[in-house]
């Protein structure tokens, strides 16, 4: 015939067709036709995007239709950078424990009975982490009130909300994954975690542990120490510990020259209160200078030291005044000479005389610049015995301080007699005047008696 009827089509039917007519004369083939047989194979998925966190479960459908198909093979595939690869050939398809990179681009090709294909359209897997590796650093640490800590979180995983709790105890809920704390106190003392949540869930961090205590209290140095060249020294420092501070104070003295191996110290620790004692033997005019305490009670924190200064000035002690002698001038008074000792005038602000008598002791100043070589000291008691002395003292305008000079001899006078005006001498010529005349009496009236 020549038509040829294809009934109910299937895709084996698909191919090329032609037509072969013949006679008596002969044959001759027709052109040629393609049948191609839509059997309108389709497939459809459950979802174009699915979100699951991870650990959890995720299950994908397919569902595939043909008019003349009553078999499909499925088969899944993860579209990834480097290519795709094969993950499943059924129906339904799941995975029981999503992990991270578990996420990506599926999608699911169906094959019916006659070798016919059909991709799915998409699936986009997103995982909801669960937040790993959640460290908060720098681990330990000890540092002092006043100072300022940032406590860092750190973790795996988008769109993670953090919480910071310290000693079990929540501070605040914040999205930052930095805890700063300005100034700390030591009430800010203990135990610091970091809750790093997102929607797959919630992990806590380690443990980092601050301790905060209290730099030590240091007694300050007065800002000039007045030195005597060629005595001795001594300067200390006084210094107040944190009861809860991990270590004992520790001193280090600053000389002018730098840190001293070779200075002379010592050491008292009374529980939190210390000292330490600079001794300078024999104190030399290269001693002068800026001298530092340095009290720290941790080495390995920065800021634990605090520091006190003086700075010694180192001048010479006036010598003793020379020919120093007192003599009688009244039964209320005495005169002192003295002559100026070796220093010059300008380095002798002025002299005081120290004396004692009859139970008081009392001191007078005579400035330099009235003093003759002799003074005379007034209001005293009569009849009484007096021990006197001199020096000459300096007034150092940079220190804001006295020198004292070296004593004079020490010498013991007495003042006269109520009923006499005399000097010393002439009450001992009176006196005897006296007895001369007594003894010329008793003479004369024995003689009178005699006669």
């Not at 007034?395 to 005006?421: E, F």
């Amino acid at each position: 015939t020549n038509r040829l009827t294809i009934t109910r089509a299937i895709p084996p039917d698909e191919g090329m067709y032609y037509c072969i007519a013949s006679n008596d004369g002969g044959s001759s083939s027709s052109n040629s036709a393609s049948l191609t047989v839509d059997d309108q194979l389709s497939i459809t998925v459950s979802s174009s995007h699915v979100t699951v966190s991870e650990g959890g479960v995720v299950r994908f459908t397919a569902m595939a239709s043909g008019i003349k198909t009553r078999q499909f093979v499925y088969e899944w595939y993860k579209v990834s950078r480097t290519g795709v690869r094969k993950v499943g050939n059924s129906k339904r398809w799941s995975i029981n424990r999503v992990r991270i990179d578990d996420e990506g681009n599926y999608y699911c090709s169906v094959t019916n009975e006659w070798g016919k294909k059909k991709n799915s359209s998409i699936i986009v897997l997103s995982v909801d982490g669960i937040p790993k590796a959640v460290t908060v650093h720098p681990d330990n640490i000890t540092v002092l009130t006043g100072q300022s800590v940032n406590l860092t979180c750190s973790t795996t995983g988008s769109d993670v909300v953090y919480q910071w709790m310290r000693n079990g105890v929540t501070l605040f809920d914040d999205n930052w994954n930095v805890l700063r704390i300005i100034e700390i106190k030591e009430s800010d003392d203990g135990k610091y975690q970091c809750i790093a949540s997102s929607k797959g869930g919630n992990a806590t961090s380690n443990s980092t542990i601050i301790t905060v205590y209290d730099k030590p209290s240091i007694a300050p140095l007065p800002h000039q120490t007045l030195g005597v060249l060629g005595e001795q020294l001594q300067i200390t420092c006084n210094a107040t510990n944190d009861k809860d501070a991990p270590h004992d104070m520790m001193f280090t003295w600053m000389t002018p020259d730098g840190v001293d191996d070779s200075v002379n110290m010592t050491s008292e620790d009374d529980d939190d209160i210390a000292s330490s004692t600079l001794y300078i033997s024999r104190l030399a005019r290269s001693d002068g200078g800026s001298y530092k305490c340095i009290v720290t009670n941790n080495n390995n924190v920065s800021g634990a030291s605090v520091v006190t200064s003086t700075r010694v000035i180192v001048e010479e002690r006036p010598s003793e005044p020379l020919d120093f002698n007192v003599t009688s001038e009244g039964a209320t008074s005495l005169r002192l000479n003295w002559i100026k000792p070796r220093n010059s005038d300008e380095s002798i602000d002025y002299f005081s005389i120290f004396y004692s008598g009859d139970g008081i002791e009392k001191s007078a100043k005579v400035p330099v610049s009235v003093f003759n070589g002799s003074y005379i000291l007034k209001g005293l008691k009569p009849s009484t015995n007096y021990s006197l002395s001199v020096k000459a003292v300096r007034w150092i305008a940079d220190a804001n301080l006295t020198l004292v000079g070296n004593s004079s001899v020490v010498l013991t006078t007495k003042t006269l007699a109520d009923n006499t005006s005399q000097s010393g001498s002439s009450v001992g010529g009176i006196a005897a005047g006296v007895v001369v005349a007594l003894v010329l009496v008793i003479i004369i009236t024995v003689v009178i008696l005699v006669i």
